[in-house]
C-alpha cells in the first residue's frame, strides 16, 4: 500500500527554538497534504490543508504564522514551529491522498514535539 | 459542525471475546464513514470504510454498517486476537475527514 513517511519520529527542543517536521509520500504523488495535531486523549485536530505549489489553507483558529507550511513538491510537505512553547509540545499527524486515486487517505507515523 | 462520538475506552478484553467498539455521528449532507486503527508505534491504517447508507465495511473480521437512522457506525467483532490491541477511531469526511477521540483496546490472553 501507499506509504507516508513522517521525520523526525519525536524531537525535543529548547522555547523559543523552531522545529521543521517533513512528511513524504514514498510511493505516489500528493497535490494535497493534510497536517493534523493530537492532544492526550482527544481527538485529531485538523490544523491546515498543504496545497503542492501554493499557499496552505488554515483552520480557524490555528495560527499561520506560527505553523508554517511549505508543500514545494508533489512527495514532500514541512511543517515548522516557529518560536516554539511548551504549549506546542504535542503529537502532529500528517496524511496524503494519491493523486487520482480513490480518495483514501494515508498517514504519517507521526511526530511527537515537546518543547523544554 | 460535524462531529463523531465514540467511547474513550479503554476497553480490555480477552482473547476470543465479542467486541463492540460504539460511534455516532453528526453531519452535514451525506457522509462517508471509517475506521481506522493505530497500532502501538505506527501511524494510522484505514481499517474499513461505508459510503452510503445500508453499506456493510468488513476486514480483517471487523464489522461496521452505515446506519442513516440511527447516525451510527458500530465496529464489531466477533472473536478478537490479542493482536488486535491499538487505538480505533470512527471518522466521517464530508468536505473534510472528521475524526472520533479514538478507543483504546486492550486484548489479553
Known amino acids: 500500500g501507499a506509504v507516508v513517511s513522517q521525520h523526525p519520529s519525536w524531537v525535543i527542543c529548547k522555547s523559543g527554538t523552531s522545529v521543521k517536521i517533513e512528511c513524504r509520500s514514498l510511493d505516489f504523488q500528493a497535490t494535497t497534504m493534510f497536517w493534523y495535531r493530537q492532544f492526550p486523549k482527544q481527538s485529531l485536530m485538523l490544523m491546515a490543508t498543504s496545497n503542492e505549489g501554493s499557499k496552505a489553507t488554515y483552520e480557524q483558529g490555528v495560527e499561520k504564522d506560527k505553523f508554517l507550511i511549505n508543500h514545494a513538491s508533489l512527495t514532500l510537505s514541512t511543517l515548522t514551529v516557529t518560536s516554539a512553547h511548551p504549549e506546542d509540545s504535542s503529537f502532529y499527524i500528517c496524511?496524503?491522498?494519491?493523486?487520482?486515486?480513490?480518495?483514501?487517505?494515508?498517514f504519517g507515523e507521526g511526530s511527537r514535539l515537546t518543547v523544554l | 459542525g460535524d462531529s463523531v462520538t465514540q467511547m474513550e475506552g479503554p476497553v480490555t478484553l480477552s482473547e476470543e471475546a465479542f467486541l463492540t467498539i460504539n460511534c455516532t455521528y453528526t453531519?452535514?449532507?451525506?457522509?462517508?464513514l471509517f475506521w481506522y486503527v493505530q497500532y502501538p508505534g505506527e501511524g494510522l491504517q484505514l481499517l474499513l470504510k461505508a459510503t452510503k447508507a445500508d453499506d456493510k465495511g468488513s476486514n480483517k473480521g471487523f464489522e461496521a454498517t452505515y446506519r442513516k437512522e440511527t447516525t451510527s457506525f458500530h465496529l464489531e467483532k466477533g472473536s478478537v486476537q490479542v493482536s488486535d490491541s491499538a487505538v480505533y477511531f470512527c471518522a466521517l469526511r464530508v468536505m473534510k475527514v472528521t475524526f472520533g477521540i479514538g478507543t483504546k483496546l486492550q486484548v489479553i490472553p
Open positions: 496524511s496524503a491522498h494519491r493523486d487520482r486515486g480513490t480518495g483514501e487517505l494515508f
Open positions: 453531519a452535514t449532507g451525506y457522509p462517508s
